[in-house]
């Protein structure tokens, strides 16, 4: 069946750093990515989507890179401030027109 | 610009009863969607309403329905709640029925059941 996984359920960084969260998915008909950041008690907030045209897009301190390939993405995230803190998920678009979410990352800066 | 809104942001209910969770699209959405998210875990998708209708679900019971009305806004309904759907109901909005479309969430609605 369809899945999407992080790599790593927990990251530690220090503030200033650079973080990087990975993602796995195994729907190879996969053509649409997100991105989302979700702080407690929050929905999750909308960072960066790529679509599988594109291997790197960049925004404000994030770049996203997709390996087609591999059925890889990662979240890049430039000079990690403490205000980046929470819980990152990747998702692919599904078979239903879904959007398949992995578990999640929890990104914790460090003063 | 309104993002997606929901109400209501908490409530509590007991095994047996019935819920109603609504949802206001984003400004310029048509299509909703409604996804559970259970405590550290991804969201999971229930449904997506798009010109009223249910037009893709996900694998979840007949007891999870909703509804579409016409200023796009919707509704999800759990029926004979159980312990297991205490969650957070996420409900999201995109423009257009297509695989591909950004979908924004709203804050979430958090259910508990006793």
């Known amino acids: 069946g369809e899945s999407v996984g992080l790599h790593l359920p927990t990251l530690s960084v220090q503030e200033g750093d650079n973080s990087i969260i990975n993602c796995a998915y195994s729907n190879s008909a996969s053509d649409y990515f997100i991105w989302y950041k979700q702080e407690s008690g929050k929905g999750p907030q909308f960072i960066i989507d790529i679509r599988s045209n594109m291997d790197k897009r960049q925004g404000q301190r994030v770049t996203v890179l997709l390996n087609k390939t591999v059925k890889h993405l990662s979240l890049q995230i430039a000079a990690t401030q403490p205000g980046d803190s929470a819980v990152y998920f990747c998702a692919a678009n599904g078979n239903n027109n879904d959007m398949r979410f992995g578990a999640g990352t929890r990104l914790t800066v460090k003063p | 610009d309104a993002g997606v809104t929901q109400s209501p942001t908490h409530l509590i209910k007991t095994r047996g009863q019935q819920v109603t969770l609504r949802c206001s699209p984003k400004s310029g959405h048509d299509t909703v969607s409604w996804y559970q998210q259970a405590l550290g875990q991804g969201p999971q998708f229930i449904f997506q309403?798009?010109?009223?209708?249910?037009?893709q679900r996900g694998n979840f019971p007949d007891r999870f329905s909703g509804h579409q009305f016409p200023n796009y806004s919707s509704e999800l309904n759990v029926n004979a709640l159980l312990l297991g759907d205490s969650a957070l109901y996420l409900c999201a909005s995109s423009l257009g029925f297509s695989s591909g479309n950004t979908i924004y969430f709203g804050e979430g609605s958090w259910l508990t059941v006793v």
């Open positions: 309403y798009y010109e009223e209708e249910e037009r």
